[in-house]
């Protein structure tokens, strides 16, 4: 196991960035962005979300040559057979903006009656070491709720307004951030990182 005194997180997302930054905040670990360090984002190309983080995640360990944190996530509409899956961020055109996203996928569920609007947001947030030699630390987190006929709330990002969370009574755009984060994809996911992450650093010290 690499020792963890430095990190890059492997996303040009200012709002992502500091999110992730907060989650790692208690581990002492020096983070960098890998934009300051001139590495830019390669395609997303993977069928996956967990292909997608490495594929960030590994790029930006290789070029920095150090340990890289990266996450993909999206929606997955239960009646779209699961679109708009990994093209979430891309529904409606590869610059589209996240209101004609959600406007296209309202358009697509407009006949859908209540009972089949059942959507999981997903998360893999994954961490990649330099080279093949140490096996990245993959984890996952789903969110379920229900797409409902309009958008509620003026909070989040992405489809969060038109997101019920059923337990909650409230849409993803209603939550505070730590609401959301305590039931959302990826919080769950980054949870589940650092909980895996702990456990192989543990395990190296032995
Ligand atoms: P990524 O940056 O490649 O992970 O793309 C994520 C896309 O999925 C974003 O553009 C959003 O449209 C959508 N998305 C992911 N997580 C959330 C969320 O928590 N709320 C709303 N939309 C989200």
């Not at 509620?152 to 489809?159: K, R």
């Amino acid at each position: 196991m690499p020792t963890l005194k430095k990190i890059v997180l492997a996303s040009g997302n200012a709002g992502k960035i500091r999110e992730i930054a907060e989650l790692f905040s208690e581990l002492e670990i020096e983070i960098a962005a890998q934009g300051d360090l001139g590495i830019e984002s390669p395609e997303e190309t993977g069928k996956t979300f967990v292909e997608n983080a490495l594929l960030k995640a590994r790029y930006a360990a290789d070029m920095s040559g150090l340990p890289a944190v990266a996450d993909d996530s999206g929606i997955s509409v239960d009646a779209l057979g699961g679109l708009p899956g990994v093209r979430s961020a891309r529904y409606a055109g590869e610059n589209a903006s996240d209101d004609e996203n959600l406007d296209l996928l309202l358009r697509e569920m407009a006949d859908v009656p209540d009972d089949d609007r059942g959507a999981g947001f997903h998360c893999a947030a994954v961490i990649a070491f330099p080279g093949d030699e140490v096996d990245p630390v993959v984890a996952e987190g789903v969110w379920r709720g229900r797409i409902l006929h309009q958008r509620v709330g003026d909070g989040g990002f992405g489809y969060d307004p038109i997101f019920l969370d059923e337990a909650a009574g409230k849409t993803g755009a209603q939550m505070s951030r730590e609401e959301k984060n305590a039931v959302s994809h990826r919080g769950k996911a980054f949870a589940e990182l650092k909980r895996k992450l702990g456990e192989r650093i543990v395990s190296a010290e032995r």
